[in-house]
């Protein structure tokens, strides 16, 4: 089992950045691919990033490329996500989650969810 907690949510104008910071409790974190996804009121959940259990190549939703960094630290058992350059559509709950994939883009891949975090940008 994985517990995944997300935080660095808030409210920011537009342009502005944010980190988040997902912290991962198990023993065998190195093992996970991990990835964030977002879900904006009225919206599907949609991908975002993902990381690979070495933290080689990263991948992205092209809604974000350029713009979000997503990063891991594996003695530490957290994975970030570097927000730059946000826009109002940036808006959503940001999740957290771990898959036993090397990386996946897809929701129903992942095994483990945060209870996510608020990104609200404003124009």
């Known amino acids: 089992q994985v517990q995944l907690v997300e935080s660095g949510g808030g409210l920011v104008q537009a342009g502005g950045s944010l980190r988040l910071s997902c912290a991962a409790s198990t023993r065998t974190f190195s093992s996970y691919g991990m990835g964030w996804f977002r879900q904006a009121p009225g919206k599907e959940r949609e991908f975002v990033a993902t990381?690979?259990?070495?933290?080689?190549?990263?991948y992205y939703a092209d809604s974000v490329k350029g713009r979000f960094t997503i990063s891991r630290d594996n003695a530490k058992n957290m994975v970030y996500l570097q927000m730059n350059s946000l826009k109002p559509e940036d808006t959503a709950v940001y999740y957290c989650?771990?898959?036993?994939?090397?990386?996946?883009?897809?929701?129903?891949?992942?095994?483990?969810w945060g209870q996510g975090t608020q990104v609200t940008v404003s124009s």
């Open positions: 990381i690979p259990w070495s933290g080689g190549s990263t």
């Open positions: 989650a771990a898959t036993l994939l090397v990386y996946s883009r897809i929701y129903s891949d992942y095994h483990y």
